[in-house]
């Protein structure tokens, strides 16, 4: 045996599988990507308490003689575990190193593939169905983001795509939870009408939603330029027509909200057309102006879905 096996064995640390797994699990627990363990010690602290490991087991040391500089390097058992777990996570394209991730988002995380945001729901048993609501980041979702999000708006804009085959394609879907992925973060997890920012109480949810403003029924583009985010209750007014923007993104209202009974829209003191929608009050936005809804998508939803 080597002489790390002979310490893990001594050490009686966790199994290279066991930790892998856990890994995995974090992973899904921050969304997808976790730092670096040399500069994430909370992570590593994190880990290692999911195994109640000693404090001997979290510091002792492993030392590794360096032949070429003659030097002997200490490094600690629990941190060599965890790296060589998350080595073999990411040779089986589970995982991405920090070092792949880095140039797609400049920041030195794993991050979980595809792949191994499958295995984690499958650990975690949680139906694969879910994967579609949940906002965790995955590499290949994120490249989608970067696509979306770091082209220039177009000065003309057609928000409609071409008719899309009835099968769902894996690149249709890594797109359209792209799309829900740079709409929902460039806005700040807020309604961008109400401003409500609220997750489920598991935390793994969040409320709001990445509208089509050229609705994806009439082929609306997966384009952050035909998105904006909406919670439940305001994508619902937005898709039935009930408002609309204009041009400088400000709510315009239907006139039909003029016409209707006393109690229509009503719950106690709340009105749905005074409190909950705003005339002429402007909208929430992204910090980038070139992440703004489009002038032609917000035109074609005055024209075709808002009830004037
Ligand atoms: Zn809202």
Redesign the pocket.
């Known amino acids: 045996m080597s002489y790390e096996g002979e310490m893990l064995k001594k050490m009686a640390m966790p199994s290279k599988q066991e930790v892998e797994k856990e890994l995995l699990k974090t992973l899904f627990r921050h969304n997808g990507t976790v730092k670096e363990f040399s500069t994430g010690e909370e992570i590593v602290n994190e880990i290692a308490d999911i195994f109640s490991l000693s404090e001997e087991q979290r510091i002792v040391p492993l030392e590794r003689v360096y032949k070429k500089e003659n030097r002997i390097v200490k490094t600690p058992l629990w941190h060599r575990l965890l790296y060589r777990a998350a080595d073999s996570l990411s040779n089986g394209n589970l995982i991405i190193k920090p070092s792949v991730t880095q140039k797609l988002t400049n920041k030195k995380e794993w991050m979980l593939t595809e792949n191994g945001f499958d295995k984690a729901l499958e650990l975690l048993n949680i139906p694969i169905e879910e994967k579609d609501n949940l906002l965790i980041k995955s590499y290949e979702v994120e490249k989608e983001v970067k696509k979306i999000t770091t082209k220039a708006a177009p000065v003309d804009y057609n928000p409609i795509g071409t008719k899309k085959k009835i099968t769902v394609t894996r690149e249709a879907n890594l797109r359209s939870r792209g799309f829900r992925q740079a709409v929902i973060e460039n806005y700040d997890y807020k ?1 961008c ?2 401003g ?1 920012k609220i997750k489920s109480p598991n935390f793994q949810f969040w409320e709001v939603e990445a509208a089509h403003i050229v609705s994806h029924t009439k082929n609306g583009k997966d384009d952050i330029w035909n998105g904006l985010a ?2 439940h ?2 994508h619902w007014a937005f898709d039935v027509g009930w408002f609309s923007l204009t041009d400088d993104y400000k709510i315009i209202i239907s006139s039909v909200s003029k016409k209707v009974p006393i109690d229509f829209g009503k719950m106690g003191n709340f009105s749905f057309f005074e409190n909950g929608l705003v005339e002429n009050k402007n909208i929430l936005l992204p910090q980038n102006s070139s992440l703004f809804p489009h002038k032609k998508s917000i035109e074609w939803h005055r024209n075709n879905t808002f009830y004037k």
């Open positions: 309604c009408v109400c409500l909406l919670c209750l305001h």
